[in-house]
């Protein structure tokens, strides 16, 4: 019986999505609910597994393609066996006949000895000898050595890829992923559609590290191996601040102005395909155990591609850290509808006058772009002195002052 692989029901959000990888071919055994196919949207990737039991019989929509909800991508023969390749089930008598020629026979170019079935199987699919890596007794190749790299050929060159010129330079051209051609749209309408602008400050991140230090192993044994980290302690002095500040939490859309009585976090989190922000749902009612907890499945799921469409939608304020890969200082670009987002940098020690004092501080430069539409430069500085503030006196954070 043939069961048809159907492609998810995509949110309202999400108008279609594209192939991305089949993990089978036509003919190969699949088992019930194991990995098929990768679907990529604009937000995320969804994985698509198979029905049944059995042999993928039909792939209807190669990658590459578009596809809509519940639109039919191939299909599983279910309970049937996957069929041995014809060279395989030929008599093992061919394999076995003339020994001792067998011994002596070897490719014309003097490289590993080569079978006389692995051999002919290698003529007959235009296979060079050479290139099979050989597994048998001294680095034979055997027949089974060539089945394999019948099964797995080298990759070719995507489409449209420029060959290597004469003096070695090698382009190469691949279509931008769906996901990687969403974010430069959002980023180029960002910068085109509102009018951002962006203020700079520092924060002495010593209370803070003196904190992390004096009690990281205690909250790591008190919340199951949660490791307090940084960002926790700046997701707190933002809700503290936007709380303050609502228009920072605002949003705009058309000739209105969305100001929200919750506080939703969206953290900028980078992922292989690349830039995700998942949204801490009520941050405000989270602890920071909580906040590190919702953090770190984050940046497992974007890393898997398991992230779902959900966890990545609304959001009212951005939080992105930078300095985990070393920046300095940067200019975060908005996330629209949002009208702010904090930039936090890499810590770095350097010379600070102290009460008429030089002293050496670990000190991180933080960067607020807003939305100068909606949020004048006052309320913009004023914000980010408050969030300096709360992390360089983290004991205002429990007291809310």
């Known amino acids: 019986m043939s069961i048809e692989i159907k492609a998810p029901t995509l949110p309202e959000s999400v108008p279609d999505g594209t192939i991305a990888t089949w993990y089978k071919k036509v003919g190969d055994s699949v088992s019930r609910d194991e990995l098929l196919v990768d679907i990529e949207t604009d937000k995320v990737v969804i994985e698509v597994v198979s029905p049944t039991d059995g042999v993928l019989k039909e792939i209807i929509k190669d990658s590459g393609e578009t596809i809509v909800s519940n639109e039919a991508i191939g299909a599983v023969e279910a309970g049937a066996a996957a069929e041995k390749p014809a060279a395989e089930a030929a008599p093992a008598a061919k394999e076995t006949e003339q020994p001792a020629a067998k011994e002596k026979e070897s490719d014309d170019s003097g490289d590993a000895p080569l079978s006389p079935a692995a051999k002919k199987l290698a003529e007959e699919n235009n296979l060079d000898a050479a290139t099979i890596k050989g597994t048998g007794k001294d680095g034979r190749v055997t027949k089974e050595d060539v089945l394999k790299a019948i099964e797995s050929p080298a990759p070719s ?12 330079r090698i382009e190469e051209r691949v279509p931008m992923s769906r996901l990687r051609a969403k974010v430069a749209e959002r980023l180029l309408q960002a910068t085109q559609t509102t009018a951002m602008l962006t203020t700079f400050n520092e924060v002495n991140m010593q209370p803070v590290m003196d904190i992390r230090n004096r009690y990281k192993e205690q909250f790591e044994k008190a919340h199951d191996g949660v490791r307090l980290g940084f960002m926790s302690f700046f997701v707190r002095a933002c809700i503290e601040a936007l709380k303050r500040y609502p228009a920072v939490n605002a949003s705009i859309d058309g000739n209105d102005i969305v100001y929200h009585g919750y506080q939703d976090i969206g953290v900028a ?59 300095l200082l940067s200019t975060p670009i908005l996330n629209p509808p949002q009208t702010a987002i904090l930039g936090m940098h890499k810590i770095q020690e350097r010379p600070m006058a102290v009460d008429g004092e030089v002293k050496i501080l670990p000190m991180m430069y933080l960067a607020l772009s807003y939305d100068h539409r909606m949020i004048d430069g006052k309320e913009a500085v004023q914000f980010l002195v408050t969030v300096k503030e709360l992390l360089e006196d983290p004991t205002r954070l429990l007291l809310e002052i």
Do not use: Q, W
């Open 269 to 327: 989190v980078s992922s292989p395909r690349g830039l995700v922000v998942p949204v801490l749902r009520n941050a405000d009612g989270l602890s920071l155990a909580n906040i590190e907890k919702g953090i770190r499945e984050f940046g497992e799921k974007a890393r898997d591609g398991k992230l779902a469409i959900e966890e990545m939608t609304g959001g009212t304020f951005t939080i992105s850290n930078g300095g985990v890969f070393g920046s």
């Open 157 to 168: 060159a995507p489409a449209g890829s420029a060959p290597a010129s004469s003096g070695g």
